[in-house]
């Protein structure tokens, strides 16, 4: 029987639940190239659906295109947060899964992001996205601003790695107790 009015589940505290608020589905994490040609954002594919996806919009056009959507690189299955990672999350409040954050290099060639704990970064000019091995859990990747290294917390330490995955290395470690 049907009275006419929304319905439970078109409530406003439930819709705005479900949406986190109506964020979800709208741009954020804004950051343009330093020719202002390409905008990167931060975006789920819809009002309800809490993955976010790395977005690059060209700014002559308006075109948008899908850079990094976990649903495609997470082919293992769910997202796997590190209990670093989580606390990091609940810190800043994140509501969301999937790409939560994003770094540029100095010219916008390289993103780096953390997608379940791993390191991941995506090639802007060509949109290739590709896992880098890493030490551990990766909480914050940074590029470098020359976008020759990506750095990156886990395990209480700070790692480097080259661009194309090689020679990872510690830069420092946690202090051990003798």
Known sequence: ?????????????????????????????????????????????????????????DTATGEETLVADPAALLTDGAEQLSPEERARRERAREGSAGIVAYALDESAT???????????????????????????????PRPDPTAAYVAY????????SARDGSGTRPLAEPATVP
């Open 1 to 57: 029987m049907t009275h006419g009015g929304p319905s439970v589940s078109d409530s406003y505290p439930r819709a705005k639940a479900r949406t986190q608020d109506f964020t979800r589905g709208a741009p954020r994490a804004f950051q343009l190239d330093p020719k202002g040609e390409r905008l990167l954002f931060l975006r789920s594919r819809g009002g309800t659906d809490p993955v976010g996806c790395l977005w690059s919009m």
């Open 153 to 160: 917390a886990s395990g209480g330490g700070l790692h480097v």
């Open 110 to 140: 390289v993103a780096a992001f953390a997608l379940s704990s791993r390191l991941w970064l995506a090639e802007l000019g060509t949109r290739q996205v590709r896992e880098l091995p890493a030490a551990g859990p990766v909480v914050d």
